[in-house]
Nanobody, 119 residues
Framework: QVQLAESGGGLVHPGGSLGLSCAASGSVSNINAMGWYRQAPGKQRELVAV???????HYGTSVYGRFTISSDNAKNMVYLQMNNLKPEDTTVYYC?????????????WGQGTRVTVSS
């Protein structure tokens, strides 16, 4: 079992920056990747960024060059630094953890943190 706790969402002006944090707890030794996803009204959930335990990263095309994902494996934390925010970035952001052992593969999800980009 893995629990994810997100923080950092809020209201930001266009062009501003915001940092999100996600802390994993529980059976964290079998987490092999963590990431951020978002889902805007009328759209399917989309990948924002993913980082593996080894540090490899992958970004969604809509945020590439603006957002940066990082992690601290010792602290079981993942971060998302969001720069040059746009109104279309407004939605709920969800932390994700990929859990894998010899028996199962599970995606765990946080409760979400809302980001609003508006004047």
């Amino acid at each position: 079992q893995v629990q994810l706790a997100e923080s950092g969402g809020g209201l930001v002006h266009p062009g501003g920056s915001l940092g999100l944090s996600c802390a994993a707890s529980g059976s964290v030794s079998n987490i092999n990747a963590m990431g951020w996803y978002r889902q805007a009204p009328g759209k399917q959930r989309e990948l924002v960024a993913v980082i593996t335990r080894g540090g490899a990263t992958h970004y969604g095309t809509s945020v590439y060059g603006r957002f940066t994902i990082s992690s601290d494996n010792a602290k079981n934390m993942v971060y998302l630094q969001m720069n040059n925010l746009k109104p279309e970035d407004t939605t709920v952001y969800y932390c994700n953890a990929d859990y894998q052992d010899s028996l199962e593969l599970i995606d765990y999800w946080g409760q979400g943190t809302r980001v609003t980009v508006s004047s």
